[in-house]
């Protein structure tokens, strides 16, 4: 088993930032991937970031150069640094770990975070 808890949401301005932090315990070395994934009221959940083993990195389209996806190995933990924040970028934000592949890394969710930007 693998617990995630994330921390870190809340209430900004529009243009403003906050920083994820999701921290992982458990049978943490099953863990490749970790990513960050949010769900609107209305709207399907949306893929946000992936950072792989490797070190590697994506983005979806809509945060790229806006969000940064970062990991501490030492430490199970993984953030997410939200720049420039915009309205639509309310959502629940849910910390994932699981393998490397699109299929199998979201294994394992935190309970979420909200994150409400207004205007």
């Known amino acids: 088993q693998v617990q995630l808890v994330e921390s870190g949401g809340g209430l900004v301005q529009a243009g403003g930032s906050l920083r994820l932090s999701c921290a992982a315990s458990g049978r943490t070395l099953s863990i490749d991937a970790m990513a960050w994934s949010r769900q609107a009221p209305g709207k399907q959940r949306e893929l946000v970031a992936v950072?792989?083993?490797?070190?590697?990195?994506s983005y979806a389209d809509s945060v790229k150069g806006r969000f940064t996806i970062s990991r501490d190995y030492a430490r199970n933990t993984v953030y997410l640094q939200m720049n420039s924040l915009k309205p639509d970028d309310t959502a629940v934000y849910y910390c994932?770990?699981?393998?490397?592949?699109?299929?199998?890394?979201?294994?394992?969710w935190g309970q979420g975070t909200q994150v409400t930007v207004s205007s």
């Open positions: 950072i792989f083993s490797d070190g590697s990195t």
């Open positions: 994932n770990a699981g393998g490397n592949t699109l299929a199998t890394l979201s294994n394992y």
